[in-house]
């Protein structure tokens, strides 16, 4: 499966915005998502994933309340949408996917499929 993250942007403190990842190639395999972030000389950081039927979903701590996941399977689409953003939430967001199953991970090696990421940037 090939993964296309959108909607990155330059928003100030306090702003949104809906972050999609696409999915195309071999989309009838059931698979549970995530999205995940890297700040400049920070490492990859788990922010949020998603069952494949959407049921499941699982936040980092950071973010639970400002961020939701969600997910259209009939447009093989996932969506991060970004409330009350920080400074501190600047960096590139990227989708992963991986085969699904009962437990969702957050540990980014788990993932096999990534997409190329989006960069968010929030100003002070």
């Known amino acids: 499966v090939q993964l296309q993250a959108s909607g990155g942007g330059l928003v100030q403190a306090g702003g949104s915005l809906r972050l999609s990842c696409l999915a195309s190639?071999?989309?009838?395999?059931?698979?549970?998502m995530g999205w995940f972030r890297q700040a400049p000389g920070k490492e990859r950081e788990f922010v949020a994933a998603?069952?494949?039927?959407?049921?499941?979903?699982l936040y980092a701590d950071s973010v639970k309340g400002r961020f939701t996941i969600s997910r259209d399977n009939t447009k093989n689409t996932v969506y991060l949408q970004v409330n009350d953003l920080k400074p501190e939430d600047t960096a590139v967001y990227y989708c992963?996917?991986?085969?699904?199953?009962?437990?969702?991970?957050?540990?980014?090696?788990?993932?096999?499929?990534w997409g190329q990421g989006t960069l968010v940037t929030v100003s002070s």
């Open positions: 190639g071999h989309t009838s395999n059931r698979y549970n």
């Open positions: 992963a996917a991986v085969d699904g199953g009962m437990v969702l991970y957050r540990t980014p090696k788990l993932y096999p499929y």
């Open positions: 998603s069952s494949w039927s959407g049921g499941t979903t």
